[in-house]
C-alpha cells in the first residue's frame, strides 16, 4: 500500500476483534464513575496551543517537544489536545460553573496526543479516561479518588497487579524552599548529571527527580527530600490522606521522587504503577492542583484529578487474561430463513421479538443462502440458539429452535410464544 494510505505511525485503528474489551473496560468504569457520582463533560479536541503553555508549563516534555501543534486557516495556533486537565479548566472557567465555590465533580473520555516514540503501551494518538474535581480542598476527595480506583482495579480483576505510588509536593511556597535546597544540592554535583538534568537544573529543577538516568538517580540518593520540606498544612494534609487509605485497607508506597510530568501539581500526587507492561509501567496518574485555576485566570480554586491511560489498562487484561467470557458472545440468537415467504415473516417475527425483549442480541440472517450456508454463519457468529424458518415452519406457523452449543435437541416453538421462550433460556446482559 502507498505510504500515504496508511495510518499514521503511532496511531491505532482499534478493530472489530478489540472493540468488546474497550466498550467493557469504558463501561465498568462508567459506572463506577456514575456510581461515586460524577458527571461527564466533553471538551474538544483542539485549542488554542497558549492553553496547554500557560497550564502545564513551558518546561516540560509536553510543551517542548509532544504537542501536535498547526496553524489554522485564520492563523492561530493550535494544539491537539496532550492532556485533558487543561481543556476541561478552560471549560468550567468559560462557563463560570466552579464561581461561588460550586463544587464539580467531573470526568471525560476520549482521544489525547502526543509526538512521542511509539513503543508497546506508548502511542501518539492514545486515550484517557480523565476526572477533575473542583473546590475540594480536603485529603477527603484526594482519598475518594484514590479509593474509586482501588475499586476499579478490583472489579477489572487486576488489583494484585497494581501499586499505589504517593508523595506530597506541598504548597508552592514549600515547594519553593525543597527547590532552593535541591538546587544547591545538585548544582555542587553538576558534572555528574546527565545532559537533561543538567539543562533541568536551570529550568526546572524538580525534574530532575523524574529522570531514568541511572547516574543521576546515584547522585538523587542522598538528594534533600521534599518530606523535610513540607509546611504544617501540607503534612496535616497528607497524613489526612494516609488515615483514610489507611481506614479503606489501600497499601500504598511512598516515593520522594514522584514529581509528576505537569507543572501545575501541588500537595498529594500519585501513581498507580504495574510491572505487568515492562516500561510502561504507569497506569493511573494524578494529583492535586490548587494554582492551576488562578493561574489560568480564575479566582482561586482549589482542584484535584487523574488520568489513565486506557490502552495500558486494556493491555493490561490482555496480559493478565481477565476478560470476562460474555463480551465474546456478541450474538445470542441467529435467525436463518429459507425462501422468500420465510425471509418476510422472519424478518416481521424478529421485529416483534425485538419489540418484546429490547435486550436481546438477535441476527437475522442477510443475504440468503443454502440450509447449509445459513447454518454455517449461524455457528460461525458465536449464536447460543439458530431459529429456523422454512417451509414447514411456516405452514404451522412455529419456528425451528436449535440449540447450538450442545444444550438439548432441536424443538418447534409457535410463533406467539418464542419471546417468552427465549426469556427463559438466553440470560440478558
Ligand atoms: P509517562 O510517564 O508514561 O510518559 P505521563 O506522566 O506522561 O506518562 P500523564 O500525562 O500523567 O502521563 O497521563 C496519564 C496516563 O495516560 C498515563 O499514566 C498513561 O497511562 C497514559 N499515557 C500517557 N501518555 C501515553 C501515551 N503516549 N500512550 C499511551 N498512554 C499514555
Ligand atoms: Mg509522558
Not at 498547526?70 to 486537565?85: I, K, Q
Not at 475518594?144 to 482495579?153: A, C, G, Q
Not at 416481521?348 to 438477535?362: G, H, K, Q, V, W
Amino acid at each position: 500500500m502507498s505510504k500515504s494510505l496508511q495510518a499514521i505511525r503511532g496511531m491505532n485503528d482499534i478493530l472489530p476483534e478489540q472493540t468488546p474489551l474497550w466498550r467493557y473496560f469504558e463501561g465498568t468504569v462508567a459506572r463506577l464513575l456514575d456510581n461515586y457520582g460524577y458527571k461527564q463533560i466533553r471538551m474538544p479536541i483542539v485549542e488554542f496551543t497558549e492553553l496547554f503553555k500557560r497550564s502545564i508549563g513551558e518546561v516540560t516534555d509536553i510543551v517542548e517537544k509532544e504537542m501536535y501543534t498547526f496553524e489554522d486557516r485564520n492563523g492561530d495556533s493550535l494544539t491537539l489536545r496532550p492532556e485533558g486537565t487543561a481543556a476541561c479548566v478552560r471549560a468550567v472557567l468559560e462557563h463560570g460553573i466552579t464561581g461561588g465555590g460550586q463544587v464539580q465533580k467531573l470526568w471525560y473520555i476520549g482521544p489525547m496526543f502526543r509526538h512521542e516514540r511509539p513503543q508497546k503501551g506508548r502511542y501518539r494518538q492514545f486515550h484517557q479516561i480523565g476526572l477533575e474535581v473542583f473546590n475540594l480542598d480536603g485529603p477527603d476527595i484526594d482519598a475518594e479518588l484514590i479509593i474509586m480506583t482501588w475499586r476499579l482495579w478490583g472489579e477489572l480483576g487486576i488489583r494484585d497487579a497494581v501499586k499505589l505510588e504517593l508523595n506530597s509536593l506541598g504548597t508552592s511556597e514549600s515547594r519553593g524552599r525543597y527547590r532552593e535546597a535541591l538546587v544547591e544540592y545538585l548544582s555542587a554535583r553538576h558534572d555528574k548529571l546527565d545532559e537533561d538534568s543538567q539543562r533541568r537544573l536551570k529550568t526546572n529543577p524538580l525534574r530532575v527527580l523524574d529522570t531514568k538516568n541511572a547516574d543521576t538517580q546515584a547522585v538523587l540518593f542522598d538528594a534533600p527530600k521534599m518530606a523535610d520540606y513540607l509546611d504544617d498544612e501540607s503534612r496535616a494534609h497528607f497524613e489526612g490522606l494516609k488515615a483514610r487509605l489507611d481506614a479503606v485497607g489501600i497499601p500504598y508506597v511512598l516515593n520522594p521522587k514522584l514529581v509528576r510530568g505537569l507543572d501545575y501539581y501541588s500537595k498529594t500526587v500519585f501513581e498507580w504503577v504495574t510491572d505487568k507492561l515492562g516500561a510502561q509501567g504507569t497506569v493511573c496518574a494524578g494529583g492535586r492542583y490548587d494554582g492551576l485555576v488562578e493561574q489560568m485566570g480564575g479566582k482561586p480554586t482549589p482542584g484535584v484529578g487523574f488520568a489513565m491511560g486506557i490502552e495500558r489498562l486494556v493491555l493490561m487484561l490482555e496480559t493478565l487474561e481477565q476478560i470476562p467470557q460474555e463480551i465474546s458472545r456478541q450474538v445470542d440468537v441467529y435467525l436463518c430463513a429459507f425462501g422468500e415467504e420465510a425471509e418476510l415473516a422472519g424478518l416481521a417475527l424478529a421485529e416483534r421479538i425485538r419489540d418484546e425483549l429490547p435486550n436481546l442480541r438477535l441476527q437475522v440472517n442477510a443475504g440468503a443462502g443454502s440450509f447449509k450456508s445459513q447454518f454455517k454463519k449461524a455457528d460461525k457468529s458465536g449464536a447460543l440458539y439458530a431459529l429456523i424458518l422454512g417451509d414447514d415452519e411456516m405452514a404451522q406457523q412455529v419456528v425451528g429452535f436449535k440449540p447450538l452449543r450442545g444444550q438439548g435437541e432441536q424443538q418447534s416453538i409457535a410463533w406467539d410464544a418464542l419471546a417468552a421462550h427465549l426469556a427463559t433460556c438466553v440470560v440478558q446482559g
